[in-house]
């Protein structure tokens, strides 16, 4: 068997490891972050199944103007950032075609699909299946004009095998009466599931692949030493040297930074997204719920309630904007009446986006033995586990359960 370097130590990266390892192979991970700080643990802690059908949406798009220039909307801009944007915003806009509409979401439900199941052996194999919380989950509408804006999504993803089911806001409170009781609809994502908490998680998977006997070097990766098509080495900040077989760059936004040194153009950007747990809400709430006009989400953890969402383009070294994230926490109140905020911990993560939305899994032709698991955007909790599986056979010479020629690094 193979030693294998994983660059990141994030949901993605955690489970490449283990699953790795378990297949006999000698791991080591590269993460310089606190375990379990990364882009999931300022998400809604979703099994995202039905996220299937991609950002650039046209209906999406017609929106996109006026956002980016309302520093409260659910997806902006800094202005810093605007014109190193400008070729990501043209082909994400290029894939709000119908044609590559019907074919990323093909390409996505592949992936989705399977994650649940995946999960959900990720989690027996470590011993804690209570984490995942399989209840559907519930977006809230206002209005007729609020639901248009998702019918062709929602239509497109049923066509796909999604199970979406149409119900009055009315019977949304009644499913779980901490909602307000007066939206007019709500729609059930009878695929989708939570976990109860998505740092607890990702430091349980780290806590396994430790005492199964893999190593965690603390530090960033900085460089490699290559071989023509060959890498031998990858350097960290602190001086290390790590050789190995392998390499798997699952860096999450970083990994845009490490492609470009293995000279791998990735077109990928770095979003910022925003959570805050609200810790004696006073609210007894039983399943994820999603405000579609306000951007947000709200996912009943195991201790806290976790307001989370926007989307915020920005520069990998940018400081947050906490004003985002206290916007949906006074939005949540129209969700939740009586809901109690006065403690609370801010959460920030930046999720790697892709302008085609599919993630980044597999070799490029350029470099024999490294394997990308990146670019997941908001599906790298859902999709964690699946990547594993789908990289382990990559590296094993195998061929994958599912085509992933569309998600190749040299696709950009």
């Given at each position: 068997m193979s030693r294998v370097v994983v660059i990141g130590g994030g949901v993605v990266g955690i489970s490449c490891a283990l699953t790795l390892q378990s297949q006999g192979h000698s791991v080591t991970v590269v993460e310089p972050g606190p375990v379990g700080e990364g882009a999931s643990w300022a998400s809604c802690g979703c099994i995202a199944v039905g996220e299937i059908v991609p950002l650039s949406q046209p209906g999406m798009l017609m929106k996109v103007p006026g956002w980016l220039l309302d520093s409260e909307a659910p997806l902006s801009l800094r202005p810093a950032s605007a014109l190193k944007l400008i070729p990501w915003f043209a082909r994400f806009t290029a894939n709000a075609r119908r044609s590559k509409m019907r074919a990323i979401t093909a390409d996505l439900a592949q992936l989705t699909f399977a994650a649940t199941d995946d999960f959900k052996a990720q989690l027996a194999d470590v011993g804690h299946p209570e984490l995942l919380v399989e209840r559907p989950v519930i977006k809230l509408f206002d209005d007729d004009n609020d639901l248009a804006t998702m019918r062709a999504a929602f239509d497109l993803a049923r066509e796909f095998g999604c199970t979406i089911d149409q119900v009055s806001g009315h019977e949304a409170h009644e499913m779980d009466p901490a909602i307000a009781?007066?939206?007019?609809?709500?729609?059930?994502?009878?695929?989708?599931?939570?976990?109860?908490?998505?740092?607890?998680?990702?430091?349980?998977?780290?806590?396994?692949?430790?005492?199964?006997?893999?190593?965690?070097?603390?530090?960033?990766?900085?460089?490699?030493?290559?071989?023509?098509?060959?890498?031998?080495?990858?350097?960290?900040?602190?001086?290390?040297?790590?050789?190995?077989?392998?390499?798997?760059?699952?860096?999450?936004?970083?990994?845009?930074?490490?492609?470009?040194?293995?000279?791998?153009?990735?077109?990928?950007?770095?979003?910022?997204?925003?959570?805050?747990?609200?810790?004696?809400?006073?609210?007894?709430?039983?399943?994820?719920?999603?405000?579609?006009?306000?951007?947000?989400?709200?996912?009943?953890?195991?201790?806290?309630?976790?307001?989370?969402?926007?989307?915020?383009?920005?520069?990998?070294?940018?400081?947050?904007?906490?004003?985002?994230?206290?916007?949906?926490?006074?939005?949540?109140?129209?969700?939740?009446?009586?809901?109690?905020?006065?403690?609370?911990?801010?959460?920030?993560?930046?999720?790697?986006?892709?302008?085609?939305?599919?993630?980044?899994?597999?070799?490029?032709?350029?470099?024999?033995?490294?394997?990308?698991?990146?670019?997941?955007?908001?599906?790298?909790?859902?999709?964690?586990?699946?990547?594993?599986?789908?990289?382990?056979?990559?590296?094993?010479?195998?061929?994958?359960?599912?085509?992933?020629?569309?998600?190749?690094?040299?696709?950009?």
């Open positions: 009781p007066d939206f007019k609809y709500a729609a059930l994502l009878r695929d989708w599931s939570f976990v109860t908490d998505p740092k607890l998680l990702v430091e349980i998977l780290m806590q396994s692949f430790t005492q199964r006997g893999g190593e965690i070097v603390s530090n960033a990766a900085v460089d490699f030493t290559r071989d023509g098509q060959h890498i031998q080495n990858v350097h960290t900040g602190d001086g290390r040297t790590l050789s190995a077989d392998e390499f798997v760059v699952a860096a999450g936004t970083h990994s845009r930074v490490l492609a470009k040194k293995l000279n791998i153009p990735l077109r990928m950007e770095g979003v910022i997204g925003y959570s805050t747990a609200l810790h004696d809400s006073g609210i007894d709430l039983r399943h994820t719920v999603f405000y579609a006009k306000g951007g947000f989400g709200i996912t009943p953890y195991e201790d806290a309630l976790a307001v989370a969402g926007t989307a915020e383009f920005a520069d990998l070294n940018a400081q947050p904007d906490w004003n985002r994230a206290d916007v949906l926490v006074k939005r949540a109140h129209r969700v939740l009446p009586g809901l109690r905020t006065e403690k609370f911990e801010r959460r920030m993560g930046r999720r790697p986006f892709t302008p085609d939305t599919r993630p980044i899994i597999g070799r490029s032709r350029r470099l024999t033995n490294v394997t990308f698991a990146t670019g997941h955007g908001q599906l790298g909790l859902t999709l964690g586990a699946t990547t594993a599986r789908l990289v382990a056979d990559v590296i094993a010479g195998r061929v994958p359960s599912i085509d992933i020629q569309a998600f190749s690094p040299d696709r950009f």
